[in-house]
Nanobody, 121 residues
Framework: QVQLVESGGGLVQAGGSLRLSCAAS????????MGWYRQAPGKQRELVVT???????NYADSVKGRFTISRDNTKNTIYLQMNSLNPEDTAVYYC???????????????WGQGTQVTVSS
């Protein structure tokens, strides 16, 4: 089984910064993608950014230039540095891990419990 533990959420004023962390533990295959999604009240969950085990990133347009993802493969941990935050970034942020044993094999998906980010105007 895989567990994801998120940390770093909180309350910040507009223009401020926060750093989220997500540590994965358990049976994690080497072929994997980790990332962040977010869900604001009354809205669907949406992609923020993902990063593959090889380092390829995929950012949502709304966060490009403001958010930066990084990962430490030795610790199975990812970090999300969020700068220039605005009230529209307020949401619950969820960590996700998708991994597979081989490129032709099934993909397994795991989610963290979520961490609240609130940006005040």
């Amino acid at each position: 089984q895989v567990q994801l533990v998120e940390s770093g959420g909180g309350l910040v004023q507009a223009g401020g910064s926060l750093r989220l962390s997500c540590a994965a533990s358990g049976s994690i295959f080497s072929i994997n993608t980790m990332g962040w999604y977010r869900q604001a009240p009354g809205k669907q969950r949406e992609l923020v950014v993902t990063v593959t085990s090889g380092g390829t990133t995929n950012y949502a347009d709304s966060v490009k230039g403001r958010f930066t993802i990084s990962r430490d493969n030795t610790k199975n941990t990812i970090y999300l540095q969020m700068n220039s935050l605005n009230p529209e970034d307020t949401a619950v942020y969820y960590c996700v891990l998708r991994s597979r044993r081989s490129f032709s094999g099934p993909q397994y998906e795991y989610w963290g419990q979520g961490t609240q980010v609130t940006v005040s105007s």
